[in-house]
């Protein structure tokens, strides 16, 4: 390929989509991005506007290329990564979204799943899709859209309810890479890795299931065609009439988490990254077999290249991360994010003060959807730096909690752990986070991986990169951070960490919210 092509990846995560375009060494060459807003209709609700996101992936596509001076036809693919388990419904025939996106962190369908768990049915769950029988992923989504969306946010015209609808295929349902993908190209296509975060994907099947689709009465005719992540015959390519005035094939497509583990080149089983962004997660690639958890950890599906086997992996999802700092910053107690390493370095501890971000449940690997947050500890002494420090050192202890359990399944000890999202440019966190878990931190020099790893699908896909070697050879560490921290000290505090988790576990009840 010549120098003057390139890769562009639309990056839709929760709180805002970016558009970043790559050379062929993967180093970035323009990037623009645009948050949306959040909807908080009812204690525990967080709703995304579908329109409001398509709008955005327009604008920084256009923003990017444009501040660059890269022409369209000068991509050569598109790759798609998206948070995951957000779940959008939309009528087929206009492309207009039923009803808001449902969000991952959405807590209104956790009575369904109780449900679920008294009707014996978290275990045949587990076995097939790999997920604890949560509120976090898209099936009871998808079934409360059906259940309760406005029908008259619909066509007039058509009285017929949304299921009715959806049976005949005039609704369609799809995460968010699926919505993405629609609007570019017209494609109802989704990639195993998005699959396999719905609860209705049978991981070892390879298919969608049907008693689970029975379960929660999801018409097989609104599902999108799931295909691999690395797609040789792409997913269709973007309306030459379109926004972009040319033909650009889509061509890879992966759940941020997954897409970041493509981007860290963990390629092989054994290799492990964190991802610290509004939450964090954890996987580890473990090769062509599903490994079944046993200390709370998810089994899902971490990538497919065209005419390859599927690659597996376990992975801790800590809800809570990132959105913690933003918490700090929504409660005045700092100005802006990039405060934090200073004001917790001011104070030589947290004086005793654990925070449990519990804001949304709890995930991996406690799995409580009643937890909530909570801080122990506080005297009259302590002060908004003792806070901060123990809300960073939050996302420290919930990696450790993650890294015990990986660590217990896998049978690796891990001697290093690959980094990367927003939160990763503080030192000190990284710091901590060497210190906590006993590992060497190691943070590349691309730390936008999520989008870099959705561009290495596509781009794989057409043949602008030959193969995982070449991609290997990109990948360079910008610092790493060794453990400095006694052992002692860092199990002592952990060991108070876990007590102040089990202060916060089963505390919403009906009623309080």
């Known amino acids: 390929m010549t120098e003057t092509t390139y890769v562009g990846a639309v990056d839709q995560g929760t709180t805002g989509t970016r558009f970043m375009v790559f050379d062929h060494a993967g180093e970035v060459v323009t990037t623009a991005y645009r948050k949306h807003e959040q909807h908080y209709p009812e204690p525990g609700w967080v709703e995304h506007d579908p329109m409001e996101i398509w709008e955005n992936t327009k604008a920084v596509i256009t923003t990017a290329l444009g501040q660059a001076g890269v022409s369209p036809d000068q991509l050569e693919a598109i ?6 388990e957000t779940t ?26 109780e449900a679920l768990e008294a009707d014996g049915l978290v275990e045949p769950i587990r076995e097939k899709t790999g997920l604890e029988a949560d ?110 005035e040319a033909e650009i094939p889509v061509a890879g497509a992966l759940g941020d988490q997954q897409a970041a583990l493509f981007g860290q080149t963990c390629f092989e089983a054994g290799e492990a990254k964190n991802t610290y962004g509004t939450g964090s997660f954890f996987l580890m690639n473990t090769g062509a077999e599903a490994v079944a958890s046993e200390h709370g950890l998810l089994t899902t599906i971490g990538f497919q290249r065209s005419g390859e086997p599927v690659q597996y992996a376990l992975e801790g999802s800590i809800f809570i991360t990132g959105a913690a700092i933003e918490w700090l ?58 806070v901060i420090r123990a809300t960073l050192e939050s996302i420290a202890y919930q990696t450790r909690d993650v890294a015990q359990a990986m660590e217990a399944d896998s049978g690796i000890e891990m001697a290093s752990l690959k980094v990367d999202g927003g939160a990763v440019k503080n030192n000190f966190l990284c710091q901590l986070q060497a210190d906590i878990i006993g590992s060497e931190i190691i943070r590349p020099v691309v730390d936008e991986t999520t989008a870099l790893g959705s561009a290495y699908a ?12 070449e991609l290997r050879d990109n990948w360079r560490v910008d610092r790493e951070f060794s453990p400095e921290m006694e052992t002692a000290t860092a199990d002592r505090r952990y060991s108070r960490w876990s007590e102040a988790v089990e202060r916060s576990l089963g505390w919403a009840v009906d009623g309080d919210e």
């Open 329 to 386: 910053e929504d409660m005045s107690l700092i100005d802006d994010p990039a405060e934090t390493a200073e004001l917790a370095r001011s104070v030589d501890s947290t004086d005793g003060v654990y925070v449990v971000p519990a804001f949304t449940g709890l995930g991996a690997p406690h799995w409580d959807q009643r937890a909530r947050g909570t801080i122990v500890g506080m005297t009259r002494g302590t002060r908004k730096e003792h």
């Open 88 to 113: 959008v419904l939309w009528d087929a025939e206009s492309g207009k979204p039923v009803h808001n996106a449902l969000v991952w962190q959405d807590r209104r369908t956790t009575g369904r799943v």
């Open 135 to 244: 509120a976090y992923f898209s099936a009871t989504k998808a079934e409360w859209l059906l259940e309760n969306a406005d029908p008259i946010k619909m066509e007039r015209a058509r009285p017929d309810d949304i299921r009715d609808r959806a049976e005949r295929g005039e609704v369609l349902f799809g995460t968010i890479d699926s919505w993405v993908i629609y609007n570019l190209t017209g494609a109802h296509v989704t990639d195993v890795s998005n699959a396999s975060r719905t609860m209705l994907y049978n991981i070892h099947d390879l298919a969608w299931d049907d008693d689970l689709l029975e379960e929660f009465s999801i018409p097989r005719t609104m599902l999108p065609e799931v295909r691999p992540s690395s797609d040789e015959t792409t997913y269709g390519s973007t309306d030459p009439d379109g926004f972009l």
């Open 79 to 84: 790759g798609v990564t998206n948070q995951r």
């Open 458 to 469: 596509a781009g794989l896909a057409v043949g602008y990169w030959d193969d995982l070697e």
